[in-house]
């Protein structure tokens, strides 16, 4: 689950989901408190930087203190990961995670289909 791959070191962890034209963002204050779950569409890696930007800007929350994980499609995960890392010294890239394993025919659907029951699971881990 996103909470066992919080980093040590950060009080707020961001992790970023990338998919081909969308991404998804989870932000967890620790222990494990999810704060935000939500799927955002994009076009370049700076759309992605503007939306975390924007929630780590909202909370006042200090760059240098944020762990930033990304995992996702490799093509476009890497564009993603190099321009986080310059704003976000915390930034690594993780693997996909085992335990939220589901089809990819799912991505195909509306996110708000299976939204709440994904919030709700990763909640409860």
Known sequence: SYPKQQL???DWNIFIAVKEEH???SVYQKPDQ???HQVCNYQKAEDVLFVIAQFVNHLHLDPDKIGVQ???ELGN????LDLLKKYY????QISRIKSLLYPEDLYAYPSHFFF???SLVTCEL
Do not use: A, E, M, W
Request: net charge positive.
């Open 34 to 36: 999810l704060k935000i």
């Open 23 to 25: 991404f998804y963002l």
């Open 77 to 80: 995960t890497q564009s993603i």
């Open 116 to 118: 709440n029951i994904f």
């Open 8 to 10: 040590q070191d950060t």
């Open 70 to 72: 990304v995992h996702g």
């Open 89 to 92: 010294p915390y930034t690594r």
